[in-house]
């Protein structure tokens, strides 16, 4: 059967009183433009319609494919779910040959509809991103989606395509579970699943045969487990996460080994909830279900607004928290309550901040003459730039109780000797320790996730740091131009080395790179002038542009077969380079070199490099690498 255009609907809706047959009482509700609101997918377009006479919302899908069977299975749905009464779900009524739609697609003039409550919400996926800085929004909608699931589990139904675009929360916070189409009720046994799903949110061995009550395990347990390591962490989202889905994906799912998202949660299993939700998930992923366990295992506890009130405390410092700051006998100014501390003392060379101080603000000592300052344990942030340029400051030590360093709170502290970094702190921000000239060494606590841009940009004394096994990422710069470094050991938890990660660093020797890490960013180890060598893993599918430029003591070099592009000017002035091996893997050499049809530039990535007398290639691909290489081409040498 043949269906209306989405056009036709649209014309059909806006005259519906006299479309209809039973639901003449509905009417379209109108956006900005004068159309009606309505959305579309692959195989259905949804208006929001208003009762005239109750001023009730609903929406209302009209379908533009076939799908087989999806009239009995409505009428089922329908009716199983007809008494379950459930802030989870919405009622739903499906009318055969209700719509009546002037169509060119068939000789068909009536159409069937599918009525539900509309619910006023945002995606959960939406809902998360744009709470990732409220910790308490966040365990919230842990402990809510950990209630819904211990509600789903023990149904005698299934919802059959639960994912976050399917997940609405409301402006109250409750969720509430949409669209239907793929869910099973008992009266469907021993049917094929009409729809599967998405991939990154079901078990990567479902199939068509796999429906039942059960369908819903997985989804629920890996949709929990991400939702809740992002409350512990939100910056694990924006590492791991993308768009439509939250931090696993099917890759992820087909290969646990390999997956650098379960990798990234090591550090968080200190939380007794996130362990418990993790052993679930590995039950799901090897059963397929969690038929074996209790549904009271996904039960998280409530979380406790007045525990969140402290950490939800701005660093940021208005005019009106000014106006109404009380000043200490030392000058430092603080909020009404006590809890921040606004602005230090400029002219003190020795202070220490008030007990039951919660926030250091942003800048707070910014420029003063502080030498020596005593943090209570009482703290628990200290904000961007806090402590930056205080040229006096040599050494700091900060209390367990603090659990993130702002983005450059210690910039410009170039006498700062010595910090001490407790285990509660979880992430160091952007530029913390950007120009911090005199530290020698830091030894990063194992608490800590990722490392940030320009971290330690310009520590040009630092001879040694410790990188844990809990960190995944190291961001852009964040070690550039510490040209007092010797060597480094990546850990195998680090899945990507951010642009510029060691720029600079003219004193290192030696670098181990995992067996984990992905991809090299551009410029990476540029002018690592004393780098002498460098194993590159199998793991690795990208060199980005400039990575190895001005390496001048590297002498040889092994690109692994798992290597697909290497940048524009990658190895440029490596003066020592003698031969280099290029695998038949790499397809792409240039910012624009690419294969098959697409424009060759290869002419920059070996410049300079005086020594080189041969580039090893596959036998068989000389005429390849000679248009990628076409100034080298005299160096190829095919073994």
């Known amino acids: 059967m043949n269906y209306p255009l989405i056009s036709e609907y649209i014309e059909a809706i806006k005259a519906a009183e006299d479309n209809f047959e039973e639901l003449t009482n509905l009417k379209p509700v109108l956006g900005d433009d004068g159309q009606p609101v309505m959305t579309s997918g692959n195989f259905a377009v949804v208006f929001k319609m208003e009762d005239m006479k109750t001023g009730k919302f609903y929406a209302l899908k009209c379908f533009t494919k076939e799908q087989e069977g999806r009239a009995e299975a409505y009428h089922q749905i329908a009716d199983a779910l007809k008494d379950v009464d459930s802030p989870y779900l919405v009622s739903l009524r499906y009318l055969d040959k209700e719509l009546f739609v002037d169509t060119e697609q068939t000789s068909e003039t009536e159409f069937p509809v599918l009525l539900m409550d509309w619910v006023e919400g945002k995606t959960l996926d939406k809902y998360l991103r744009e709470n990732l800085d409220d910790k308490y929004a966040l365990e919230m909608l842990a402990y809510r989606f950990s209630q819904l699931a211990q509600w789903l589990i023990p149904q005698p139904f299934a919802h059959g395509d639960l994912k976050p675009d399917n997940i609405l929360v409301r402006e109250d916070g409750t969720l509430v579970l949409v669209d239907y189409d793929g869910m099973y009720v008992p009266a469907m046994k021993g049917q094929k699943a009409r729809e599967l799903g998405s991939p990154d949110f079901r ?71 996130l362990t418990s939700l993790y052993s679930l998930f590995i039950l799901a992923i090897s059963h397929n279900n969690l038929s074996l366990v209790s549904f009271r295992l996904f039960n998280l506890s409530r979380p406790n607004r007045n525990q969140f009130e402290n950490e939800n405390l701005s660093t940021e410092v208005t005019k009106e928290d000014l106006a109404t700051a009380w000043t200490d006998e030392y000058g430092a100014k603080y909020s009404k309550d006590g809890k921040r501390l606004l602005k230090g003392p400029k002219d003190v060379i020795e202070y220490s901040v008030k007990n039951d101080t919660v926030i250091i603000c942003d800048n707070a000592f910014e420029r003063s003459k502080i030498a020596k300052i005593k943090i209570p344990n009482s703290v628990t942030s200290i904000g961007k730039g806090a402590l930056s340029n205080c040229y006096s400051l040599t050494s700091i030590h900060i209390p367990n109780s603090v659990t993130s360093i702002g983005k450059g709170a210690f910039l410009g502290c170039y006498s700062l000797t010595f910090i001490h970094i407790p285990d509660s702190v979880t992430y160091i921000g952007e530029c913390s320790f950007m120009g911090c000239t005199s530290l020698i060494s830091i030894h990063i606590p194992d608490s800590v996730a990722s490392i940030g841009d320009e971290a330690f940009f310009w520590c040009t004394s630092l001879t040694s740091i410790h990188i844990p096994n809990s960190v995944t990422s190291i961001g852009k710069g964040a070690f550039s131009g510490c040209e007092s470094l010797t060597s480094i050991h990546i850990p195998d938890s680090v899945a990507s080395i951010g642009d510029e990660a060691f720029f600079r660093c003219a004193s290192l020797t030696s670098i181990h790179i995992p067996d984990s890490v992905a991809s090299i960013g551009d410029w990476a180890f540029e002018d690592c002038k004393s780098l002498i060598s460098i194993h590159i893993p199998d793991s690795v599918t990208s060199i980005g542009n400039k990575t190895f430029s001005g390496c001048e003591s590297i002498t040889s070099i092994h690109i692994p077969n798992s290597v697909t592009y290497i940048g524009e000017g990658a190895f440029s002035g490596c003066k020592s380079l003698i031969s280099i091996h290029i695998p038949d893997s790499v397809t792409c050499i240039g910012v624009i070199a690419t294969f098959y049809g697409c424009a060759i530039r290869g002419d920059d990535v070996f410049s300079s490099c005086a020594s080189l007398t041969s580039i090893i290639i596959p036998i068989g691909t000389r005429e390849k690498f000679e248009e990628m290489l076409p100034y080298d081409k005299d160096k190829l040498v095919e073994q």
């Open 203 to 273: 078990h990567p061995l479902r199939t068509e045969n796999d429906f039942d009550e059960h369908i819903d395990d997985f989804s629920l347990v890996s949709i929990l487990l991400s939702v809740k390591a992002v409350s512990l962490l939100p910056e694990l989202l924006e590492q791991y996460g993308a768009k439509d889905r939250l931090l696993f994906s099917e890759k992820d799912y087909r290969n646990l080994s390999e997956s650098r998202v379960l990798e990234a949660l090591r550090p968080l299993m200190q939380d007794l909830e």
